[in-house]
């Protein structure tokens, strides 16, 4: 069976079973080989609780895990997708906005203490490596504890953080080679959206940003383009309960992409498939799956796929 017949499964829970009937489900681990593309984790925003989670997306490259943004949940969504902490290698951080990296720290914290004791290399914008110095120094007494007391080996020296300033190539090694570019995601001066080539598949990850003629370039032929999308009805219900809502409205607007901004990038960059996530709101029940394509289809006549959290495409 080739992997399109397996995609777009839901994994976890009752599905798994589904899976493992189809053949796709198997114990990690076993050396599979190409591409998958699993939504750990679908909404925008830093606000927790919902019908989604913050943002996070998982690549397995022959069963090798890259994790795109980190948002909170992140460390259990990896378990609910199978794959252990223990085999956590390579992290990419579109931008710094707590949604995407909240829980950075904390997850190769839990590969750590879930038996990591290798290499892991984090990829993002600056100040990541002031950040995972500052995450150190907050467990300092935890884990300065833990290799006194249960002999465990300091995990310091092997967690690299790569900071990335400028588009280009962000790393490159057998199975895959990842670019970026930069996006437009104000105020923010630095913020990428990365593509990732594999021998089987080319996967583009938008990251958060509004129209962006890069991201357009980047994603240039792509067989998949994993994309953000905000939908202004919705937001102004959102803003209706909060205080400073003019305010963030603006900001909403100005470093995100509406429907048709959405469709725009992904018909000129003839991408095959078009997967929204990163959902602003990413909780509001009363927003239909149309609501979020309509815009988007006057645009782009190719597949689009309404992501799900533990959705694999
Ligand atoms: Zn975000
Ligand atoms: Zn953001």
Known sequence: MSMRHTRRQFLGGATSLLLAASGASRAFGQERK?????????????RVGGGRNNPSTLLLIN??????????????????AGVPLSRLRYLFFTHLHSDHMLEYGPLVYNGWVAGLRTRVDAYGPPPLKSATQAFWEYLRFDVDTRIEDEGRTDPRPLRVANELDAPGTVMQNDDVKVTSAAVVHPPLKYAFAFRFDTKDRSI????????????????????VLVHEILYPPGVDKLLARVPNAATLRKHLVDSHSVPEDVGRVAAQAHVKTLVLSHFVPGDDPDITDHMWTDGVRKHFQGEIIIGKDLMEI
Request: glycine content about 18%; proline content about 6%.
């Open 63 to 80: 069963d090798v895990p890259y994790v795109v943004d980190c948002g909170a949940g992140t460390s259990r969504q990896l378990g609910a």
């Open 34 to 46: 190409g591409t998958r593309l699993i939504l750990l984790r679908t909404k925008g925003g830093p």
């Open 204 to 223: 583009v990850i938008s990251g958060d940003t509004n129209y962006a003629p890069a991201l357009v370039g980047l994603a240039k032929g792509a067989d």
